[in-house]
């Protein structure tokens, strides 16, 4: 996309295309169907918060060999010829007769080759974006063209980070990193929770993020009960702990971590949570390289926080990070995906204070040839503490 710094150079979106139709010809694929943003936005660069509106489909069509056709409303149109993209095809949406779903069959009986296979992302954490009614129409008017699932292409394509996308990450977690060095400026004893999730959100604005999809909050004497509610309007008291979890976006990249605050001074229980928490991070960080797995990061981790009893309820120890703010891995136990040089990673170990508060704390890194490194800002094992507002 236009802007300096902004996008990729049309290299990045062939070397992608190309690794893909490397994949599907060992595959047997004759063409990938992608339907979410992500997946869309992968090869084409088409970034539009429009996607937000669930009543449009759109398409983008990879062949076996060649460029991408992208098959979309046509209120999209300008902006996808503003990609590399050239072979657009568009249709007034929405239409409730027939959305894309002709145009759509047109370009992919185009495509269909000997194998008469069209491969679909099917796995874990993929979806279908587009009513299901259209999918079976698209089915029946393919036949006997077939769709089977994509053979993980898009997962292990997507999986692996190049340079240029490690340095988008490493830009939102800079943002990141300045927004929550001014907690000081917005939060304190006396200050509301539903403000400072407010204000916080215009710090990660100010220091540069393009928007802020994803913020937790949560709030609590002595820690908080869970990392998922939204704010309300609890008033900081000494003894509370704050935590902080932005997942805000930069040029189409999303960073994810947190950082936790004590109101006033923190109790020795919370002192001690919060260092061994650190304690798990650099557990991992020891022996994050390639070639380990995402199940050993969670036992690193987990033997720090829990002695190695498995985890808890919250179900992960942390998970990859990119044009999504949750991606694959999940740092589970059972969980064997290889550790590879690219992938960009969340760690986040939590920790039970005492029954019914917790402790988490996140950090993003990035796998290289011998080792991980940061790329938000490792946090300091003591708790930040926060005075009184004046």
């Known amino acids: ?113 000997v194998n008469r296979r069209l491969g679909l992302p099917m796995g874990a954490e993929s979806s279908l974006r587009m009513p299901l009614a259209d999918f079976k129409r698209l089915e029946a008017a393919l036949s006997p063209v077939t769709f089977v699932g994509d053979a993980g292409i898009m997962r292990a394509l997507r999986i692996r980070k190049s340079p240029a996308e490690v340095e988008k990450i490493r830009k939102a977690c800079e943002v990141a990193d300045r927004a929550f060095a001014r907690v000081g400026e917005i939060a304190g004893a006396g200050a509301r929770l539903d403000d400072v999730a407010r204000r916080f959100q215009m710090l990660c604005l100010e ?90 990061l969670f036992h690193a981790m987990d033997k720090i926080v829990t002695g190695g009893q498995g985890g808890s309820d919250t179900g992960r120890l942390g998970h990859g990070l990119g044009t999504q703010l949750t991606e694959w891995p999940s740092l589970i136990p059972q969980d064997r995906t290889r550790i590879a040089t690219g992938m960009a990673l969340t760690l986040e170990p939590g920790i039970e204070v005492e029954p019914g508060r917790i402790l988490v704390h996140e950090e993003n890194i990035v796998i290289g040839d011998h080792g991980a490194e940061f790329l938000s800002t490792r946090a300091d094992p003591e708790i930040l503490c926060l005075e009184a507002r004046r």
């Open 207 to 296: 220091e540069g993020a393009d928007w802020v999809p994803y913020l937790a909050c949560p709030c609590g004497p002595g820690g908080y009960h869970d990392v998922i509610s939204p704010a309300d309007g609890h008033v900081f008291a000494p003894g509370d702990v704050l935590m902080l979890d932005t997942g805000l976006v930069h040029d189409g990249y999303f960073c994810d971590f947190d950082r936790n605050f004590a109101i006033g001074a923190p109790s020795q229980a919370v002192r001690a949570a919060h260092r061994k928490l650190l304690d798990a991070v650099d557990a991992a960080m020891d022996i994050a390289r390639p070639g380990v797995t995402a199940a050993d």
């Open 1 to 113: 996309m236009s802007g300096e710094g902004r996008g990729f150079p049309v290299t990045e979106y062939r070397a992608r295309v190309a690794r893909a139709q490397v994949a599907m010809a060992d595959a047997g694929l004759d063409a990938l169907l992608l339907t979410s943003e992500p997946d869309v936005r992968y090869f084409s660069g088409f970034l539009t918060r429009f996607w937000e509106s669930p009543t449009r489909p759109w398409f983008l069509v990879v062949p076996a060999g060649g460029d991408p056709v992208a098959v979309i409303p046509s209120i999209g149109a300008s902006l996808m010829a503003q990609t590399w993209i050239e072979d657009v095809r568009s249709w007034r949406s929405p239409d409730l007769e027939d959305d894309g779903v002709s145009l759509l069959a047109e370009a992919l009986r185009e495509v269909a080759g």
